[in-house]
């Protein structure tokens, strides 16, 4: 029988723990944690030398951005005098880190499955506001409503937020918890941020280029340097509105290959009518068919036929 259980049932101390089999102090600190709100199997923290400068410790993680090293920051507590150990200082450090990166981790918005295409293992999925992405939280069903429990910043347990019930397959997700995602897009993809005086140049083309570095990586493009600097040099010969056009071509039918931009051009300076861009896959293939075969077994037997005659 669980402790909760039997003092539910006895609503004593003692009788509880003879039923349950632990020591009556073991039963009177679970209980005195239930009634207080906290949760009876988790550990209540003792108190620690470094308390007095876990504020000190958060404001040089936050100023640092998560990058001081936790024997920096021993060190400079030492100077403030304090007495805890190098061990107590690392796991303050760890933890003060991971608070910050909480509030700086990127949210995703949730990926909404087609019914009837993908296999979907849970049920039904709700969102939580911002600030809560990787945390623990607790759900029950009050009504028509499913209530979402949390820890917050204070250490407390409370409700954080409540959706309408829904059916599985139609998840409940709530636009305004996922700020990074306006109108339920994705973010948008970072600009290009040229950095060496060859990236400078080769963006430089125009947005051509820009699309071509885009796609170049994701396609799994090699030497892209080598590649990006013959584009470079190719344009200040042939100029850079076909340069850019050129890129551009490129980068729609996904050609990266060593001799793909110099074609390409060539296609471009032989004034020719730019048709539909069409990437090579399973549907377009230069490859011959497989329909002249047909005619090889009744070629065979008609053969035969004219013999027989």
């Excluded at 700020?179 to 125009?206: K, T, W, Y």
């Excluded at 056009?245 to 110099?262: P, S, T, Y």
């Amino acid at each position: 029988m669980e402790i909760f259980e039997a003092y539910d049932l006895t609503e004593t101390v003692w009788s509880a723990a003879a039923l349950t089999g632990h020591d009556p102090k073991t039963v009177k600190r679970y209980v005195k944690a239930r009634a207080s709100g906290r949760n009876p199997y988790e550990r209540e923290p003792r108190p620690k030398m470094i308390d007095a400068f876990l504020e000190k410790i958060e404001e040089w993680v936050e100023q640092s951005k998560g990058t001081i090293r936790a024997d920096v920051v021993h060190d400079k507590l030492v100077k403030m005098g304090c007495l805890g150990s190098v061990r107590s200082t690392r796991r303050a450090v760890n933890a003060a880190k991971t608070a910050w990166k909480v509030g700086k981790r990127r949210t995703c918005r949730p990926w909404i499955p087609e019914p009837g295409r993908w296999l979907q293992f849970d049920s039904v999925r709700c969102s939580t506001p911002p600030g809560y992405t990787g945390a623990r939280v607790w759900c029950r069903v009050v009504g028509d409503e499913l209530s979402i429990t949390a820890r917050t910043s204070s250490g407390d347990l409370s409700e954080i937020w409540r959706h309408q019930l829904s059916t599985p397959g139609v998840p409940q997700i709530i636009d305004a918890h996922y700020p990074d995602h306006p109108d339920g897009r994705s973010v948008h993809q970072p600009r290009l941020r040229p950095r060496s005086e060859a990236e400078v140049a080769f963006v430089g083309i125009g947005p051509g280029a820009g699309r071509w570095l885009k796609e170049a990586g994701p396609a799994g493009a090699s030497r892209i340097r080598a590649k990006t600097a013959h584009a470079v040099e190719l344009a200040v010969v042939l100029g850079s509105d076909r340069g850019d056009q050129a890129l551009g071509l490129a980068a729609a039918a996904g050609r990266f290959a060593e001799d793909d931009l110099v074609s390409v051009l060539e296609h471009v300076a032989a004034s020719k009518h730019v048709g539909q861009v069409v990437r090579a896959d399973e549907a377009h293939s230069v490859q011959n068919g497989t329909i002249a075969w047909q005619a090889l077994g009744r070629q065979q037997r008609a053969a035969g036929e004219s013999r027989a005659d």
